[in-house]
Antibody, heavy 121, light 111 residues
Framework: QVTLRESGPALVKPTQTLTLTCTLS??????????VSWIRQPPGKALEWLAR???????YYSTSLKTRLTISKDTSKNQVVLTMTNMDPVDTATYYC?????????????WGQGTQVTVSS | QSVLTQPPSVSGAPGQRVTISCAGS?????????VHWYQQLPGAAPKLLIS???HRPSGVPDRFSGSRSGTSASLAITGLQAEDGADYYC???????????FGGGTKLTVL
């Protein structure tokens, strides 16, 4: 059974760094072509893709957020970690991790339940 | 402002047919990148509804269908049911942004 579970702080202060962990179950990033992305959704707003990591450790970032994001993986723990620096109230959102395959236009077949992050002093 | 444009809302009575459009450009849908659709129920994570423009994952009713033409795509839902009330998002890839892109979402209300 494929599952993804996000974890991290529910509240961060402005200028702080956010660290989120996505724990994978039922599949591994070592599988050929497997990838994990982070996607966020501000309250009442649309989905926004943030970053992606492949089993080969190739990494891709949203152009608008590239300077603030770092994605990494710990294959031994089956986890993917996203850090976002210099958090701002506009970063308040539900953050999802999702699985996909390496494709020209990938689709996300499994999603975590999401973790809600509020940025406030 | 989303790269893919969807109507903010659509509505229909039970049993009716509704369509949700997803307008893109020559740097995404128009280039031939696949379009995918997700259903998001209130308080839940998005769920894959249509992949690769027309394909329904196992378990998705055949009342849901997708299509793509030129720089746009559409999701059709026939035989509307109360449980179809949700937000729907289209998604593709944009070569100018080198990024996955989503539509702004469409709220479906079943009257």
């Amino acid at each position: 059974q494929v599952t993804l579970r996000e974890s991290g702080p529910a509240l961060v202060k402005p200028t702080q760094t956010l660290t989120l962990t996505c724990t994978l179950s039922g599949f591994s990033l070592t599988t050929s072509g497997m990838c994990v992305s982070w996607i966020r959704q501000p309250p009442g707003k649309a989905l926004e893709w943030l970053a992606r990591i492949d089993g080969d450790d190739d990494k891709y970032y949203s152009t608008s957020l590239k300077t603030r994001l770092t994605i990494s993986k710990d294959t031994s723990k089956n986890q993917v970690v996203l850090t976002m620096t210099n958090m701002d109230p506009v970063d308040t959102a539900t953050y999802y991790c999702a699985r996909h395959y390496d494709d020209s236009s990938p689709y996300f077949d499994y999603w975590g339940q999401g973790t809600q992050v509020t940025v406030s002093s | 402002q989303s790269v893919l444009t969807q109507p903010p809302s659509v509505s229909g009575a039970p049993g009716q047919r509704v369509t949700i459009s997803c307008a893109g450009s020559t740097s995404n849908i128009g280039t031939g990148y696949d379009v995918h659709w997700y259903q998001q129920l209130p308080g839940a994570a998005p769920k894959l509804l249509i992949s690769g423009n027309i394909h329904r994952p196992s378990g998705v009713p055949d009342r849901f269908s997708g299509s793509r033409s030129g720089t746009s795509a559409s999701l059709a839902i026939t035989g509307l049911q109360a449980e179809d009330g949700a937000d729907y998002y289209c998604q593709s890839y944009d070569s100018s942004l080198s990024a996955v892109v989503f539509g702004g979402g469409t709220k479906l209300t079943v009257l």
